[in-house]
């Protein structure tokens, strides 16, 4: 049976948490918000939606909108510069895609991913890339893999899927989409708090995709 392989990108393939950590101070100095939080605390809900990544760190609901917006203006022209591809994720993607089909679901908004994926030169990798903006439901909730099944006309039935992330709502989504989900460690989860959601965790994507391989089904 043919394998699917969905991958998240932040702590997954890509490491941008430096431009996701400037987005935000510089979002705060702009809309004039006293942020009296750390670093720390902005870092552990990277993989959540923006809007409860701000109401989170303490910005009122009805103006988390308005943080959003300027978040997305100032990320768009930082990204590209301080993004990275994490150690051996073009090797993950280059043996991932000797044996599978590939795609992204990510929670960051596709239209300023797919330049980050064109920077790095790993665009060509993947038949479909699922965003913010593409669903109204995102991770946790399945409806960003069970959209990227849809367009790649994938099933349960005819594949073997995998989603591979670094966070729990990765995990949680696959398993709501009853896929099998992949942890890594590279990223943002925890070892306690990935095992909770799967028994498959590796230290990286690549480590991830060779346990894919060797899988029997």
Excluded: W
């Excluded at 038949?127 to 994938?154: F, Y």
């Excluded at 594949?159 to 709502?169: P, S």
């Amino acid at each position: 049976m043919q394998k699917v392989i969905l991958f998240d990108l932040d702590g997954t393939l890509i490491d941008s948490t430096e431009a996701i950590i400037e987005t935000f101070y510089f979002t705060f100095t702009k809309m004039g918000f006293d942020f009296q939080g750390t670093r720390s605390n902005i870092v552990d809900l990277i993989g959540y939606p923006l809007e409860i990544m701000y109401e989170n760190l303490g910005v009122s609901q009805e103006l988390v909108d308005s943080y959003v917006d300027e978040y997305r203006i100032r990320y768009r022209d930082i990204s590209v510069a301080m993004t990275t591809l994490l150690e051996n994720a073009t090797e993950a993607l280059t043996l991932a895609s000797s044996f599978a089909r590939l795609g992204v679901v990510t929670t960051k908004t596709a239209r300023y991913t797919i330049p980050l994926l064109v920077n790095m030169k790993i665009d060509h990798y993947f038949e479909c890339i699922i965003g913010r903006e593409d669903v109204e439901n995102p991770k946790p909730h399945p409806e960003p893999i069970l959209k990227a099944m849809n367009l790649m006309n994938i099933s349960n039935d005819n594949f073997d899927i995998y989603m591979i992330g670094d966070t729990k709502l990765d995990l949680i989504a696959a398993k709501e989409a009853k896929i099998k989900g992949v942890g890594v460690l590279c990223g943002h989860g925890k070892f306690d708090e990935l095992r909770e959601h799967t028994q498959m965790i590796e230290a990286n994507s690549l480590s991830a995709v060779k346990s894919i391989f060797n899988l029997k089904k």
